[in-house]
């Protein structure tokens, strides 16, 4: 089982500040995966997707609450963010 978070932003906010917050958002996200954090991947969605979402893919749970509890895009308010257990099936 893994865990995907999902992100939204939330209502208002100025896609300005997105771009603002995006170097600690990297900063924050490569030190995680770096530390061993269980982070698997991570992305926007495409631009046209007019909610603003991403997602993240997570080997435990406890990960996924501890990057959400320190991501910057987060902790500034600037987008919400839902933990759902994924049964993957891999193919290789």
Request: hydrophobic residues 40%; negative net charge; proline residues 4%.
């Amino acid at each position: 089982m893994e865990f995907v978070v999902m992100y939204r932003l939330n209502q208002g906010v100025d896609r300005s500040r997105i771009f603002e917050t995006f170097p600690r958002h990297k900063a924050y996200y490569e030190a995680f995966q770096a530390d061993g954090g269980g982070l698997i991947a991570l992305g926007p969605f495409q631009a046209s997707d007019p909610a603003g979402s991403s997602m993240g893919i997570f080997t435990s749970r406890e990960d996924a609450e501890r990057f959400i509890a320190g991501d910057p895009f987060t902790t500034e308010g600037l987008a919400d963010a839902r933990i759902l257990e994924w049964d993957v099936v891999r193919f290789k």
